[in-house]
């Protein structure tokens, strides 16, 4: 089992950059894949971006260029950059982990974890 602890949510303006983290509670082993998705109040959960174990990543395609996504192995914790921020990224959002991934094409649909979200809201 791995534990997935989000945090780095909160309140900010448009315009404005929110840095989320994501803290694994144990090394996973290679490979993996570590992901972000969100869901806004009444809609689907939407992937936003992945990365797995050997650096590759994925995005939606509607975030590139907004959003980074990254990680610090030594940590065990998984970052979202997040800037020029929208009202409509306003959601919850989740990370997700998945060992024994690795990325062929855009974001794995599938993670065997996940945490308990951390809530992201923008306002205009």
């Known amino acids: 089992q791995v534990q997935l602890r989000e945090s780095g949510g909160g309140s900010v303006q448009a315009g404005g950059s929110l840095r989320l983290s994501c803290a694994a509670s144990r090394y996973m082993a290679r490979p993996y894949c570590m992901g972000w998705f969100r869901q806004a109040p009444g809609k689907q959960r939407e992937g936003v971006a992945a990365i797995d174990s050997d650096g590759i990543t994925a995005y939606a395609e509607s975030l590139k260029g907004r959003f980074t996504i990254s990680k610090d192995n030594a940590k065990n914790t998984l970052y979202l950059q997040m800037n020029s921020l929208k009202p409509e990224d306003t959601a919850m959002y989740y990370c997700?982990?998945?060992?024994?991934?690795?990325?062929?094409?855009?974001?794995?649909?599938?993670?065997?974890?996940w945490g308990q979200g951390t809530q992201v809201t923008v306002s205009s």
């Open positions: 997700a982990a998945h060992e024994g991934c690795a990325m062929a094409a855009g974001i794995p649909p599938d993670f065997d974890y």
